[in-house]
């Protein structure tokens, strides 16, 4: 199993991201898909996941902000990321929710 994540970066506070995560070995479609994070000297913390037939759910922090969504055709998963903030400095995670298959995360790094 693969998952390979892209798409983060440096960007000002009030700026936007879209991650994206590829992933392989897997049937993608029949698979509940997650975004985590982890902050320098933090745990790693769910930011949003996704079901099989789409169903969403957010961490408080982010709601209103960030979107999860996923293409079962191209076998990706996708988080967008609007207004960002310097709190969502991390490494962000993609990983196929109920089994421990994670990608090997992608920088998010917002200045004030």
């Known amino acids: 199993v693969q998952l390979q994540a892209s798409g983060g970066g440096l960007v000002q506070s009030g700026g936007s991201l879209r991650l994206s995560c590829a992933v392989s070995?897997?049937?993608?479609?029949?698979?509940?898909m997650g975004w985590y994070r982890q902050a320098p000297g933090k745990q790693r913390e769910m930011v949003a996941t996704i079901s099989r037939i789409g169903t969403t759910v957010y961490a408080d922090s982010v709601k209103g902000r960030f979107t999860i969504s996923r293409d079962n055709v191209r076998r990706t998963l996708y988080l967008q990321m609007n207004n960002l903030k310097p709190e969502d400095t991390a490494v962000y995670y993609c990983?196929?929710?109920?089994?421990?298959?994670w990608g090997q995360g992608t920088e998010v790094t917002v200045s004030s």
């Open positions: 070995g897997i049937i993608f479609r029949l698979n509940s």
């Open positions: 990983h196929v929710e109920g089994f421990n298959y």
